[in-house]
T-cell receptor, first 111, second 116 residues
């Protein structure tokens, strides 16, 4: 089965810094999700990508299907961006398989 | 976006008892819902796929007699942890989509289960 690798595992940065979180996977996928998980556990879907690039506010997500790689960028980072960011993929092929998740990147933005 | 409501958010139960967790899609119909589990400092893992009107599909290593899934309607799936043990203590979360492989995943709020 597909493995999803995220890096870095932990990231501490100063407010205002540009943040990049990387995700790579090994086999074909139909979609890649970037999720945000807060300390209480709740999960918010940030992006779903199957190609190209998406932008929402200060967040940008890109995917390179040939390279099997995606990045999540946060511009002008803020302490409220502190959370765990998770990359998840849905395999190609038939069926309605659930998502396979990376281990997450624990991001702390210091004021 | 679509809303998925999960209840309860936290539950503490005694060892040997059963706990039911509900997952509702509030403003859309979900023929498929997914149940995930997350142990501390680990990634979310798919437990089972809940299909409306048919039996759930369980991932390898997940006991279907222990984790009973019922998807009786297009807006409700339930996960019952039967005869709970302390090792079942975990964070359980459901998700649903609007259908198809390329659709958004909408997550419930999650349920923190503690078995004492």
């Amino acid at each position: 089965k597909n493995e999803v690798e995220q890096s870095p595992q932990n990231l501490t940065a100063q407010e205002g810094e540009f943040i990049t979180i990387n995700c790579s996977y090994s086999v074909g996928i139909s979609a890649l999700h970037w999720l945000q998980q807060h300390p209480g556990g709740g999960i918010v879907s940030l992006f779903m990508l199957s190609s190209g690039k998406k932008k929402h506010g200060r967040l940008i997500a890109t995917i390179n299907i040939q390279e099997k790689h995606s990045s999540l960028h946060i511009t002008a980072s803020h302490p409220r961006d502190s959370a765990v960011y998770i990359c998840a993929v849905r395999y190609s092929g038939g069926g309605a398989d659930g998502l396979t998740f990376g281990k997450g990147t624990h991001l702390i933005i210091q004021p | 976006g679509a809303v998925v409501s999960q209840h309860p958010s936290r539950v503490i139960c005694k060892s040997g008892t059963s706990v039911k967790i509900e997952c509702r899609s509030l403003d859309f119909q979900a023929t498929t819902m997914f149940w995930y589990r997350q142990f501390p400092k680990q990634s979310l893992m798919l437990m089972a796929t809940s299909n409306e009107g048919s039996k759930a599909t369980y991932e390898q290593g997940v006991e279907k007699d222990k984790f009973l899934i019922n998807h009786a309607s297009l807006t409700l799936s339930t996960l019952t942890v039967t005869s709970a043990h302390p090792e079942d203590s975990s964070f359980y979360i459901c998700s649903a989509g609007l259908g198809g492989l390329k659709t958004e995943a909408f997550f419930g709020q999650g349920t923190r289960l503690t078995v004492v």
